[in-house]
């Protein structure tokens, strides 16, 4: 395993494309973070306020969880996180 890790979530995929390249770029691994609950179309519609992406974006306490985490960080001296904004 590398030193760098490249962490990274994407609903759409545009977040994957610039994860790779960033891994590709510094030599890292790569890892996909899932949710344990997967994102629908619905989901995602950021412009209706009641969808689910737009209630965890206006409440900074609500962070959906992690289906796979990290068995271990301990070799990992960088961490790059990508994720959309």
Known sequence: ?????VAY???TGITEKLAKKI???VD???HEIHPEIPYSA???DWMNKNSRSSVEMNDKLFRP??????ESTE?????ILA???
């Open 1 to 5: 395993m590398s030193e760098i890790l």
């Open 9 to 11: 979530f994407s609903a």
């Open 23 to 25: 891994a590709n770029v």
């Open 75 to 79: 070799n990992i001296k960088i961490l």
């Open 65 to 70: 969880a992690i289906a796979n985490k990290l």
């Open 83 to 85: 994720f959309p904004i």
């Open 42 to 44: 619905a989901d995602l």
């Open 28 to 30: 890292g691994d790569l």
